[in-house]
């Protein structure tokens, strides 16, 4: 689309009200369209969705916590990719978990502390991707159930391992067992959107489904040797005190077969056991090591195998961004790993960008050029507002087999640990890398921050550094950095290669009301305070405000700020990296006090607007447009879901009208419209 909309330097809508209504709501002169909610049927094996724990057959329905989602254009007929075409397209979006008590009449059940076979096969099916074709006709937007391609894809689907971890013992189960192959794909987070047509899942709280058995960690030790367990410990999959027995969510692995030989459900049992090879080709103790990749899916291809792109390190993945794209330079791919304290990375491909590459068919294979072969950093953060980027090298630095802290066996290893060598570098340990936007005309990259309950005012350094306490919260952790912020980087010379950048912080949740000495530091006001940013996302640079740069999208996920206000999508004419200056404030916590110096950029002011309020108990997610800017797709995560079958806290979408209705509340992507047909924001 080369038509370039400029508008005046303002957001030209009124902000939002703060509100605990059950309900989305927009501004006046934008109208909301549920489109595809859980359980909605993707093609005509399966009726329509009854909503009260009946259904089945997830594989063909809508799945649940609708996240992450893109939109491709096709062309006016046929299945070809158009990225010019703003009125008929594949939406793709991921459901990252569940809200099982809505998924079953009454609830989950357990008998004799077994989980019910047909019970766990749904809840795992609800997880996954769609893929749906979409269409804007007379009467508005909605999405075809009888596409060819739609498609979900599951924790069942067959991927193919790619990249340099592929053959690794390190991913020998009995499913693949020599390291090729994965099966399926759960909890994906957010997304990333490719210029060759593809789509990116990224897989974040995967470790929590994996159940291991008592004395577990003695028989990894035995079989595997001690720095497996470290490994594993490394990324949440604990035991429980002494050895003790870890569930997995849901007690999946307690479910017996579906047949004989069927392991869809015991690959979720990463326990050890003895009595098969000690390598993990004969059960699933490595199978968590399939898991926390950025995973390719060619959405026009409804018969390809999705491809796990090793390359870009194993962590909890929030989602992956490319950046800008230009003729001969190398792009890059920015990524948080959202837990406490960890880090954000860059994945910079040994290719240079071809624009032809653009509109190539065989899109997996130039998948294969930019992701399989390259270089993963992780960022350190420096008081000074400067930055690197630490390479991820076996071999390099500390990243050898010498270092007994972390004994890195090779790149794979490497890769597969990249968490451990974070560690060994010494990178920035962050308030909960969300999700990536990289401005398209600047080139500039903006992280979420989206909190951290175990800062404290010791472990404050500039990049993270707020610890105090939130009078108001009423949800959630109120101490250490319970609101969050949005940090943003600037590559030297501008370039995607760069290894060393330029930061500062260019908006701090909060509260309106709390001190702007030290808490309110960007000077939030009614119209734009929020908590705890979480999706993130640049407009198309066709749509383009005034002061030459498309409008920032930021989706919260507030645990501190539910008792005022839902979650919660501002827009935003972004400044640039510098735009402000140096702050100094007084940190205090847990009786502990500390002057600590930030970089801040200008405070937002009416460049920030509250643009939407969403309904009960949800968390605002995915976000893309149309080419034209004209159509914003926007996810409603888990409304209600604090409640169950006789206690509904939420009755979204169908309160939608009216505020009030009935029956269980369901997860939806929902479109926004202007009715005088503009741009969305502008
Ligand atoms: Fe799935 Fe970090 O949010
Ligand atoms: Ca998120
Ligand atoms: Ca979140
Ligand atoms: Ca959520």
């Known amino acids: 689309d080369t038509t370039v909309t400029v508008a005046p330097a303002t957001l030209d809508f009124t902000a939002v009200p703060k509100s605990l209504a059950d309900v989305v709501a927009v501004p006046s002169g934008y109208q909301v369209t549920v489109l595809y909610r859980l359980g909605d049927p993707i093609n005509g094996s399966v009726g329509a969705y009854a909503n009260d724990g009946s259904d089945t057959t997830f594989s063909a329905r809508a799945g649940d916590h609708h996240d992450g989602m893109s939109f491709f254009g096709l062309a006016a007929t046929g299945t070809a990719p158009d990225p010019t075409n703003s009125s008929r397209g594949l939406l793709v979006l991921n459901h990252e978990n569940i809200t099982q008590s809505y998924l079953h009449p009454n609830g989950p059940t357990t008998t004799g502390g077994v989980r019910p076979t047909a019970e766990v096969l749904k809840e795992i099916e609800a997880h996954g991707v769609s893929v749906i074709e979409i269409n804007r006709g007379t009467s508005g937007w909605s999405y075809v159930n009888s596409s060819s391609l739609n498609r979900r894809i599951t924790p069942f689907t067959p991927m193919d391992v790619s990249g340099p971890v592929k053959g690794s013992a390190l991913l020998f189960t009995a499913y693949s067992p020599t390291g090729v192959a994965a099966r399926g794909t759960i909890n994906n987070c957010a997304n990333g959107t490719l210029p060759w047509n593809t789509y990116l899942t990224n897989e974040e709280n995967w470790a929590g489904y994996f159940r291991r058995e008592a004395g577990d960690n003695a028989r990894r030790t035995a079989a595997l040797g001690a720095r497996s367990v470290v490994a594993f410990s490394r990324y949440g999959l604990n035991t429980g005190s002494n050895d003790a027995l870890k569930a997995g969510n849901y007690n999946w692995a307690t479910a017996a077969a579906p047949a004989a030989g069927d392991t869809r459900i015991a690959k979720f049992n990463a326990t050890v056991d003895a009595t098969k090879a000690a390598n993990g080709t004969g059960d699933f103790r490595n199978e968590p090591n399939q898991y926390g990749w950025v995973v390719e899916i060619d959405p026009f291809d409804p018969a390809s195998t999705p491809r796990k792109r090793t390359a870009l390190g194993r962590m909890n993945h929030e989602g992956c961004v490319i950046g800008r794209t230009i003729a001969g330079v190398r792009p890059a791919f920015y990524m948080g790993d959202d837990a406490q304290n960890e880090y954000v990375y860059k994945f910079v491909s040994s290719a240079t960008w071809s624009a032809a590459d653009a509109s190539a068919t065989n899109r997996l294979a130039i998948g294969d050029k930019y992701l399989d072969t390259g270089t993963l950093y992780v960022g350190k953060f420096n008081a000074d507002g400067s930055g690197q980027w630490l390479p991820l090298v076996f071999g390099q630095g500390p990243l050898t087999g010498a270092n007994s802290a972390y004994a890195f066996a090779d790149q794979a290893d490497v890769l597969t640990h990249a968490r451990l060598a974070g560690d060994a570098l010494g990178a920035t340990r962050m308030d909960r890398p969300e999700w990536t936007a990289v401005n398209p005309v600047t080139g500039e990259m903006y992280l979420t921050l989206t909190n951290n309950s175990s800062r404290t005012v010791a472990t404050t350094d500039a990049a993270n550094p707020r610890a105090y306490s939130d009078p108001k919260t009423t949800g959630g952790a109120s101490n250490g950095n319970p609101n969050g912020h949005v940090i943003r980087l600037r590559e030297t010379g501008d370039s995607s290669e760069a290894l060393t950048f330029a930061w500062d912080i260019y908006a701090f949740g909060a509260g309106s009301d709390l001190n702007p000495a030290n808490i309110n530091l960007s000077n939030l006001d009614a119209t734009n305070d929020f908590s705890s940013p979480d999706g993130l996302w640049f407009a198309r640079p066709s749509n383009v405000a005034g002061q030459g740069t498309p409008l920032l999208w930021i989706e919260t996920d507030d645990g501190a700020y539910t008792d005022v206000t839902n979650c919660m999508l501002l827009a935003a004419i972004p400044g640039t990296v510098g735009d402000g200056g140096t702050r100094t404030f007084t940190n205090s916590l847990g009786g502990q006090t500390e002057s600590q110096t930030t970089r801040i950029g200008k405070a937002p002011g009416t460049a920030l607007k509250r ?72």
């Open 611 to 682: 643009f939407l309020i969403g309904p009960k108990e949800c968390e605002i997610t995915g976000i893309d447009s149309t080419p034209d800017g004209r159509s914003i797709f926007v996810n409603i995560q888990h409304p209600g879901e604090g409640g169950g079958p006789s206690n509904l806290t939420s009755n979204w979408p169908q309160s939608q009208a009216s505020g009030t209705g009935s029956g269980r509340p369901r997860s939806a992507t929902i479109v926004i419209t202007k009715s005088d047909g503009g741009i969305i924001g502008l």
